[in-house]
């Protein structure tokens, strides 16, 4: 019998595989509290027993519980950084064959603007990079690639004019672009990381998690990484104490590997 929210987040668990305990609890409880409530369930038992018979409630759960907030080229100046300093460090690190991985991509605008950075240093029948994120949902959003104009607001005209054709009121990423990037659907919290990245970008999104989650993600990303890679991170997620993981600062936002330290 679910009584209570610490109830209800070990239904999830068992449910899902989410683990709500890693989630900083006001913010994600208001949440919950807000879609149930939204589905006329009078407790957190009835909006299980709904999850569990209804596929499209649940999956509308999902979608709901992962913050999906993205945008083309979010926070500019960073992927100016990007460009112009950590794309060169990498290819003189460890050539053009670069292995990329967009950690918490969302729908997509995130691994689609890391192909455009590259196009200007790889051809991009060599550019591969694999894009993961908990929601099935936002996956399927990301593959379609259709977007509207204000996803692209922040996107310099150049990408937006070679790499986008416009439908209706939406832009379709072009099938070039889409080739780069390989979907996958991954919970950061337990599953598997790729091995021996060159670059992870994961950006906006442990700002939602428990510093203990986030300790237990930074330690994985650094494993995941080669000596010298590069870790991208979010403009409200800079690293206090980067040293504890073996992260050297390069530049705002970007960490090294670094296995000299500690």
């Known amino acids: 019998m679910i009584e209570n929210y610490d109830d209800f987040k070990e239904a999830i668990f068992r449910l899902s595989k989410i683990d709500l305990s890693s989630y900083k609890e006001r913010q994600m ?68 064959n670069l292995k990329i991985w967009s950690s918490a ?46 996803s692209l607001v922040g996107l310099p005209e150049e990408f937006k004019s070679k790499f986008f054709r416009q439908v209706g009121n939406s832009y379709q990423i072009t099938d070039d672009i889409k080739k780069c990037i390989e979907f996958r659907q991954l919970n950061l919290l337990k599953d598997e990381y790729p091995k021996n990245c060159d670059l992870i970008v994961c950006r906006n999104v442990l700002i939602y998690f428990t510093d203990d989650a986030k300790d237990s993600i930074y330690k994985k990303f650094n494993r995941a990484m080669k000596k010298d890679a590069v870790l991208f991170v979010g403009s409200t997620e800079q690293i206090i104490q980067s040293i504890e993981y073996k992260f050297s600062s390069l530049k705002s936002f970007f960490y090294t590997k670094n296995d000299e330290l500690l």
């Open 105 to 150: 991509c969302s729908t997509g605008d995130e691994p689609y603007s890391l192909a455009m950075v590259l196009s200007k240093f790889i051809p991009l029948n060599q550019i591969k990079i694999v894009a993961t994120d908990i929601d099935k949902q936002v996956l399927e959003k990301a593959k379609l690639g259709l977007y509207k104009d204000k």
């Open 29 to 96: 409880k208001r949440r919950i509290d807000s879609l149930i409530k939204k589905n006329e369930a009078e407790t957190y038992q009835e909006f299980v027993d709904l999850l569990k018979k209804d596929r499209k409630t649940y999956e509308e759960f999902i979608n709901y519980l992962t913050i999906n907030v993205s945008e083309f080229y979010r926070n500019p100046t960073q992927w100016q950084v990007l460009e112009k300093d950590i794309i060169p460090y990498l290819i003189n690190k460890f050539s053009k």
